[in-house]
C-alpha cells in the first residue's frame, strides 16, 4: 500500500492553531521602515532650508506646470494599479498579463513621483501654512513611508490577505489626496497649462 505524504495534512480545515500565523517580524520590520522613512522625510523637509530653486523644461510654462503634469501621470499609472489589482484579485475580468501591468504601472507610478517630490522635499520642503499645504507635505512623506512598506510586504509569504490590499489601498489613497491638494490646486489657480 502506498502512504499518500498529504495525508496526515488532507481533512484539516485549517492547519493547527500558530503554525500559518507569520512571525511578527513580518509585521514589525515594514512597519518600522514605513515610520522610518516618512520621519527622515519630514524631518529632512523641515529643518534644512528650502533652496526655492525653479527649473525648467522646454515646451513647459514654470516647474509647478512641469510637476502638476507628472504628479497627473503618476495618479493615472495608480489608477491603473487599483484596476489592474482588482482583475488580480478577481474582482474584474482581466487578462492573463494583468500581473505584469499591475508590475509596471507600480514602477512607472513610482519612478514619475519621485523627481516631484524631490524638488518638493528639497526646494519647497516640510510646510504648513495652510491645511492644504500641511496634508500636502504629511501625506508625501506618508506616502513614501507606506510605499517602502508595501514593497517589503510583497516579499513576505503567508500574510493575511487583507493586509496587501490595506496597504496599496493606503499608498493610492495618500497619491489622490497629495494630487488634490497640489496639482488639482495648481490646475485650479493658474489654468490647465504645460
Ligand atoms: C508623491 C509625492 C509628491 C508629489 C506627487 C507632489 C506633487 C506636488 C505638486 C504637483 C506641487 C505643485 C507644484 C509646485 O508648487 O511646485 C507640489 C507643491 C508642494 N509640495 Fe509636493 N509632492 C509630493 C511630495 C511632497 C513632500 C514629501 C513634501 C514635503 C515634505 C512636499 C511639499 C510641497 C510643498 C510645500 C508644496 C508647495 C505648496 C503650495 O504652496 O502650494 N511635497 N507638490
Redesign the pocket.
Known amino acids: 500500500m502506498t502512504v499518500d505524504p498529504n495525508a496526515a495534512t488532507q481533512g484539516f480545515a485549517s492547519p493547527p492553531p500558530g503554525h500559518r500565523r507569520p512571525h511578527p517580524a513580518r509585521y514589525l520590520v515594514p512597519a518600522l521602515v514605513a515610520g522610518a522613512v516618512a520621519v527622515a522625510?519630514?524631518v529632512y523637509?523641515k529643518v534644512h532650508d528650502p533652496a526655492g530653486t525653479a527649473f525648467n523644461l522646454a515646451g513647459f510654462s514654470s516647474?509647478?506646470a512641469v510637476?502638476?503634469w507628472?504628479?497627473t501621470v503618476?495618479v493615472f499609472f495608480a489608477l491603473v494599479q487599483l484596476v489592474s489589482a482588482l482583475m488580480l484579485y478577481g474582482r474584474l475580468p482581466g487578462p492573463a498579463w494583468s500581473s505584469v501591468l499591475h508590475r509596471w504601472s507600480g514602477r512607472a507610478a513610482f519612478l514619475v513621483?519621485v523627481p516631484?517630490?524631490v524638488?518638493?522635499?528639497y526646494a519647497?520642503?516640510?510646510?504648513t501654512y495652510?491645511t492644504?499645504?500641511f496634508w500636502?507635505?504629511l501625506l508625501?512623506?506618508f506616502?513614501?513611508g507606506a510605499f517602502s512598506a508595501k514593497m517589503l510586504l510583497l516579499r513576505s509569504e503567508r500574510l493575511p490577505g487583507w493586509l496587501l490590499p490595506i496597504v496599496g489601498g493606503l499608498v493610492l489613497t495618500a497619491?489622490t489626496i497629495?494630487?488634490l491638494t497640489?496639482?488639482l490646486?495648481?490646475f485650479r489657480t493658474f489654468g490647465v497649462t504645460t
Open positions: 522625510l519630514g523637509g516647474s509647478g510637476k502638476s507628472l504628479a503618476a513621483s516631484v517630490a524638488h518638493c522635499l519647497l520642503g516640510y510646510q495652510e492644504r499645504v500636502h507635505s508625501g512623506c506616502f513614501f497619491l497629495i494630487w497640489s496639482a490646486w495648481f
